[in-house]
């Protein structure tokens, strides 16, 4: 049975400055991302080597680079970003990502907005 490994990454939390809206472009806001990749994780799991896996911390640095250091419009385009640059640095088959934004500008009582995009490797935007 292959297929069904996957490494999960959760509720990372960064201060960036995303947004269609002026202010949120000056004042900035928190975002989460929550992501899964998968992998086939059978050799690092009989090696325990770190060698033989996705380093997430590694992962960490390049979603934490594309949050911060990139500026985007909608939280769409950021989740695309995410998935095309961790599918292009690592050994995954296939990402998951989800982008919170639970401080989106909504006049009403909500507790958060999110955007989730699967991506392949091998697919393109």
Do not use: N
């Amino acid at each position: 049975m292959s297929g069904h490994d996957v490494i999960h990454l959760r509720g990372l939390e960064f201060y960036a400055y995303h947004g269609v809206m002026p202010e949120e472009q000056v004042l900035g806001q928190k975002f989460l991302i929550d992501m899964d990749l998968f992998c086939d994780l059978r050799l690092a799991g009989s090696s325990d080597q770190v060698g033989d896996t996705i380093h997430y911390g590694e992962v960490y640095q390049v979603i934490e680079a594309c949050v911060i250091s990139d500026r985007h419009q909608l939280i769409e385009r950021l989740a695309e970003d995410i998935a095309q640059r961790v599918i292009g640095q690592f050994s995954c088959t296939s990402v998951r990502v989800e982008v919170h934004k639970p401080q989106a500008p909504i006049p009403g009582i909500f507790r958060d907005v999110s955007v989730e995009i699967w991506r392949e490797a091998g697919e393109r935007a």
